[in-house]
């Protein structure tokens, strides 16, 4: 039998174990924390178990609580694909959905898409930039690109890039009149812009993660300027505005054509790395088993050649 289940309230708990944060899991479906919080504890009244472990640095599943996040994100999957599979029967060209963030978008995925689309003509890629990954939970996605750990329960999960950490600028800063970068000191006459990255747990690549795993001292700078997205700070390096902390797959380009220099060449490895994510059923389907095949290829690409 069926039973009549709480299914919004399923869903909350499912991003609330997964992010491992009541106010993750609001970002992630647009809602208030005091919401995610109050249908967490409907369900653990509805089911007689205590399912999350709340504390200060956030929300911890119990035993119960992971066997039923796994459980829903199993069959949040399985419908998803399932539903895909039937609306794609009679279609001759199918899209594939793809989620990721607007960074790595604009400055790794979008800059290769030609080349999938001359050697896949017959497949059409549509891609979804969001900061949350919510797309994928909500099956509104085929496959995403997330950034951080690799922490998601109940999903196929696969690293595509890992990450190096070094200053870029433009190359006019170079020059004696702009203040020049030799050393590391010398950034106190400069502008350090800063990517406001999410919290995905573990360290943060910042700035001062970079300093103290180089083993250098961070002088205060001149000034910085905060963005909230990563293509704004990339694109704020090239324009000349400051020194940026580049995170290797999204100023690789710029790099090589010239657009950016690294004056220190002083190479940090990131703690955070690409993730592909799917359901664990996703990659039956041979569309998108074959865009993940090509995401790796490309990768492999950049990998052999940092």
């Given at each position: 039998?069926?039973?009549?289940?709480?299914?919004?309230?399923?869903?909350?708990?499912?991003?609330?174990?997964?992010?491992?944060?009541?106010?993750?899991?609001?970002?992630?479906?647009?809602?208030?924390?005091?919401?995610?919080?109050?249908?967490?504890?409907?369900?653990?009244?509805?089911?007689?178990?205590?399912?999350?472990?709340?504390?200060?640095?956030?929300?911890?599943?119990?035993?119960?609580?992971?066997?039923?996040?796994?459980?829903?994100?199993?069959?949040?999957?399985?419908?998803?694909?399932?539903?895909?599979?039937?609306?794609?029967?009679?279609?001759?060209?199918?899209?594939?959905?793809?989620?990721?963030?607007?960074?790595?978008?604009?400055?790794?995925?979008f800059p290769r898409l030609i080349r999938f689309d001359q050697a896949k003509p017959d497949l059409q890629v549509s891609i979804h930039t969001n900061t949350s990954g919510g797309d994928l939970v909500a099956g509104n996605c085929d496959l995403s690109i997330?950034?951080?750990?690799?922490?998601?329960?109940?999903?196929?999960?696969?690293?595509?890039?890992?990450?190096?950490?070094?200053?870029?600028?433009?190359?006019?800063?170079?020059?004696?009149?702009?203040?020049?970068?030799?050393?590391?000191?010398?950034?106190?006459?400069?502008?350090?812009?800063?990517?406001?990255?999410?919290?995905?747990?573990?360290?943060?690549?910042t700035w001062s993660f970079w300093a103290e795993r180089a083993g250098v001292h961070l002088p205060k700078p001149r000034n910085t300027r905060r963005f909230g997205q990563s293509n704004m700070v990339v694109q704020a390096a090239i324009e000349g505005y400051?020194?940026?902390?580049?995170?290797?797959?999204?100023?690789?380009?710029?790099?090589?054509?010239?657009?950016?220099?690294?004056?220190?060449?002083?190479?940090?490895?990131?703690?955070?790395?690409?993730?592909?994510?799917?359901?664990?059923?996703?990659?039956?389907?041979?569309?998108?088993?074959?865009?993940?095949?090509?995401?790796?290829?490309?990768?492999?690409?950049?990998?052999?050649?940092?």
């Open positions: 039998m069926i039973r009549n289940l709480p299914f919004t309230t399923l869903r909350s708990f499912e991003s609330a174990a997964r992010l491992g944060s009541i106010s993750r899991a609001a970002t992630e479906l647009n809602v208030t924390q005091s919401a995610i919080s109050q249908q967490v504890k409907a369900l653990e009244e509805w089911t007689k178990c205590s399912l999350l472990h709340r504390g200060r640095s956030g929300s911890k599943p119990t035993d119960d609580g992971a066997a039923l996040a796994l459980a829903i994100a199993q069959g949040l999957g399985t419908i998803s694909e399932l539903c895909s599979e039937m609306q794609s029967r009679k279609q001759r060209n199918v899209t594939i959905v793809i989620s990721t963030l607007p960074g790595f978008a604009v400055n790794w995925l997330r950034y951080g750990l690799g922490s998601y329960h109940g999903m196929h999960v696969e690293k595509l890039l890992s990450e190096t950490l070094i200053p870029v600028c433009a190359p006019g800063l170079l020059i004696a009149k702009a203040g020049g970068i030799s050393a590391v000191g010398d950034l106190e006459r400069h502008t350090l812009l800063i990517d406001d990255l999410s919290d995905y747990g573990g360290d943060l690549p400051g020194v940026a902390l580049g995170r290797s797959p999204l100023v690789e380009a710029a790099l090589a054509d010239g657009r950016l220099v690294a004056p220190l060449n002083v190479k940090v490895a990131s703690p955070y790395s690409y993730w592909i994510v799917c359901t664990k059923t996703a990659l039956q389907t041979d569309r998108i088993r074959q865009f993940r095949d090509w995401l790796r290829h490309e990768a492999a690409g950049i990998e052999a050649h940092p």
